[in-house]
């Protein structure tokens, strides 16, 4: 599977951005697709998550009402909305593919990666 993110940049305070995955590869439909992101000098952090089904898992406290997850069942792009943002959202934010079809529990149960987009949020 080849995941691939784009969109992230910088953004002041207050702004927006919308990240994008695109996975591709054989059954890539058929797993759980997640965003993790990780904040400088800090461990990566699950941000929410999406099943096969498009249903949507929680977001951390800090991210609910700001941040929004999509997918395009068809094209199998993930699309990471946020709102709203923080200087503590600065980050690499990486899109991964589970290896179940609902959202897993541990970042551990992501098996393929992209190589991340870089967010910084800073007036």
């Known amino acids: 599977l080849n995941v691939v993110e784009s969109g992230g940049g910088l953004v002041q305070p207050g702004g927006s951005l919308t990240l994008s995955c695109a996975a591709s590869?054989?059954?890539?439909?058929?797993?759980?697709i997640g965003w993790v992101r990780q904040a400088p000098w800090k461990e990566r952090e699950g941000v929410s998550c999406i099943d096969n089904k498009g249903g949507g898992s929680h977001f951390p406290t800090s991210m609910k009402g700001r941040f929004t997850i999509s997918r395009d069942m068809v094209n199998n792009r993930i699309y990471l909305q946020m709102n709203s943002l923080k200087p503590e959202d600065t980050g690499v934010y990486y899109c991964?593919?589970?290896?179940?079809?609902?959202?897993?529990?541990?970042?551990?149960?992501?098996?393929?990666w992209g190589q991340g987009t870089q967010v910084t949020v800073s007036s």
């Open positions: 590869g054989t059954g890539v439909d058929f797993y759980a």
């Open positions: 991964a593919v589970s290896r179940y079809t609902v959202c897993p529990s541990s970042l551990d149960e992501y098996d393929y």
